[in-house]
Nanobody, 127 residues
Framework: VQLQASGGGLVQVGGSLRLSCVVSGGTFSTYGMGWFRQAPGKDREFVATINQNGGITSHSDSVLGRFTIGRDNAKSTAFLQMTNLKSEDTGIYYC?????????????????????WGQGTQVTVSS
């Protein structure tokens, strides 16, 4: 299973970006998906997660109301729409996949629950 994240870049405070994560080599609809980020000198932190069919989502308090996680199972793609970006949003953003049985929700805020990770995409928010 491979995850390819893209969409990062340099943006000014208040701007927007849309990150995408294309999953290949597996059955996308069986994965809960998550986005995590790591700022320079800091630990990786949870950003958002979504269950297998996209009906349930959870966002960290720091991004709630500004970021939206979504997915398109037909395109094996998860995305993270980011608006009203702040300088503290700067970091490397990673997508991750959590493979679970269909009777379990793949929603998780814990990085340890995710078996597959993308390579990361850099987001830099300048003031």
């Amino acid at each position: 299973v491979q995850l390819q994240a893209s969409g990062g870049g340099l943006v000014q405070v208040g701007g927007s970006l849309r990150l995408s994560c294309v999953v290949s080599g597996g059955t996308f609809s069986t994965y809960g998906m998550g986005w995590f980020r790591q700022a320079p000198g800091k630990d990786r932190e949870f950003v958002a997660t979504i269950n297998q069919n996209g009906g349930i989502t959870s966002h960290s308090d720091s991004v709630l109301g500004r970021f939206t996680i979504g997915r398109d199972n037909a395109k094996s793609t998860a995305f993270l729409q980011m608006t009203n970006l702040k300088s503290e949003d700067t970091g490397i953003y990673y997508c991750a996949a959590n493979e679970v049985p269909s009777w379990r929700t793949g929603l998780s805020i814990q990085g340890k629950d995710y078996e597959y990770w993308g390579q990361g995409t850099q987001v830099t928010v300048s003031s």
